[in-house]
């Protein structure tokens, strides 16, 4: 094969391999965005009557969603596992009390947990990193006059 | 001999062609609008909210026109929609907007009363001739204050598609 021949074919070659990729790339792009869904994790916030603590979860797009929730102790033991708990409208924020979720089941003589707890946020598509703003709000004191407040950011995950 | 040309052809083949990639890229970003949402404001008696845009872009004459948008949060209607051609944000200087404020005073305009709740705030800009409005050229502050309580809230630039 002459030299030509053989520029040519290897032109040719990458030509294939650039279309190749231009086509490939934004497929794979919007495959993850469209993705099955997503958790997302927080963790390090103490729930206690004192120390309430507030979830946050802001769909910034035009898809209602639901998502499952599950509080855990620090060893890992569930404390609450409610799916499709939390049903953030379009355009809407969610706000939901962790206090009121570790109470709610008990009777009124019964102390709810108080201590470090864990957040586990599950749902499908548009609930990603990308399109909903998730965070929970620390407050020390009362939550109707606090005497500060800390604000904790999720860790998000694909849900393969 | 043969090979290396071969070799020096696909080599400059596959720069051209990832120069031009690049290019289309990077200019497909910079025209997406960007905007500015904000999660975990709360106004009312005896809150604030305080949002401080500064310009900061290394150009004068991106001079930002700043809109917002108002929205409660259980249905996410809107409280407070864009006004006239919005605030002007010069370079070097902030922009200090007090929510509760601006919500009130919008709704005094239709003879409603000032709004008490959580909300949530989105803003763009338009106007910068060098930069967009955008992470780079906008420093943002965000915060809550209430009871004795003072602290930063939830700060996040989308790019819209």
Redesign the interface.
Known sequence: MSWKARAISGVGAALLGVAVLAVAWPGAHQAQAAGEGCTAFLAGAQSGKKTPVELVVFNTTATAFTLDLIIRDPAGIELVNRPGEIAVAARATAIVSIEEQLSRDLDRKTKPYEGIVSIELVGDSPFDEEQVIVHATQYFGKRSKPKGAVVFRPLFELVP | ???S???L??AL??LL??GT?LLVRGTAKADGDVTL?V??FDIGPKKTASLRLTNVSPSVADVYSIQLTV?E????IVIRRPVGDGARLFRGQTLELEIGDVVDQFRAGFELSGWDG?V?VVAFGTGGVLNDFGPDTVLVEAV?T????S????V?W?VEE
């Open positions: 001999m043969a090979i040309r071969w070799l052809l696909t083949t596959i062609a990832g990639a949402y999660s975990g929205r949060i259980d249905q996410g959580a949530q809550q209430e009871g004795k309580a602290y930063g809230v939830v996040e989308r």
